[in-house]
T-cell receptor, first 111, second 115 residues
Framework: GESVGLHLPTLSVQEGDNSIINCAYS??????FIWYKQESGKGPQFIID?????DKRQGQRVTVLLNKTVKHLSLQIAATQPGDSAVYFC??????????FGTGTRLTIIP | ETGVTQTPRHLVMGMTNKKSLKCEQH?????MYWYKQSAKKPLELMFV???????ENNSVPSRFSPECPNSSHLFLHLHTLQPEDSALYLC??????????????FGPGTRLTVL
């Protein structure tokens, strides 16, 4: 499944499939990006980050891709599990400025 | 757990009440933050403290009063709130504010309801 971030706030994916959550960021000069996961009743949890001098970074079952040309960030989750159900936020930062968060995408895993 | 704790987890208060939210971080960080999270809105930064000094007040009404006695503790004092102040209030910490690639770690939040 694939979302377009702020314009499609929900995404449903079959358990075991891969998920792609997209985010369009606003500042072309932003140099650091973070993906957060927020489960119901909890605060946002750091998942993975990437600096602007990279195009791709991999973690455990997650990959973040950065396309600076179109100011686009995506989070790929491999083999989604029920525990992946949450709201996912991207955040950007420029220099020493504060983090700017998106509104998030709610990911629902269908058993 | 993220190492950032918040109490209480839930709070219901009347508009004339005075209450306080507490945040404690066990990560050895020097910066602490208060955010407001309302439904279908991005996280709103309220206050930033760096080495116990307030470095940012994001045009927050005076009915919200922060206090940072040391780098590990942060309070948000509430008085004469309005129903529209009902939200999830999140505390976060990082190594230091304005650190560029400095990641913020969040607590579980306090769900506040103002009647």
């Amino acid at each position: 499944g694939e979302s377009v971030g702020l314009h499609l706030p929900t995404l449903s994916v079959q358990e075991g499939d891969n998920s792609i959550i997209n985010c369009a960021y606003s500042n072309s000069a932003s140099d650091y990006f973070i993906w957060y996961k927020q489960e119901s009743g909890k605060g946002p949890q750091f998942i993975i980050d990437i600096r602007s001098n990279m195009d791709k970074r991999q973690g455990q079952r997650v990959t973040v891709l950065l396309n600076k040309t179109v100011k686009h960030l995506s989070l790929q989750i491999a083999a989604t599990q029920p525990g992946d159900s949450a709201v996912y936020f991207c955040a950007e930062i420029f220099g020493n400025e504060k983090l700017t968060f998106g509104t998030g995408t709610r990911l629902t895993i269908i058993p | 757990e993220t190492g950032v704790t918040q109490t209480p987890r839930h709070l219901v208060m009347g508009m004339t009440n005075k209450k306080s939210l507490k945040c404690e971080q066990h990560l050895g960080h020097n910066a602490m933050y208060w955010y407001k999270q309302s439904a279908k809105k991005p996280l709103e930064l309220m206050f930033v403290y760096n080495f116990k000094e307030q470095t940012e007040n994001n045009s927050v009404p005076s009915r919200f009063s922060p206090e940072c006695p040391n780098s590990s503790h942060l309070f948000l004092h509430l008085h004469t709130l309005q129903p529209e102040d009902s939200a999830l209030y999140l505390c976060a910490s990082s190594q230091q504010a304005g650190g560029g690639t400095d990641t913020q770690y969040f607590g579980p939040g306090t769900r506040l309801t103002v009647l």
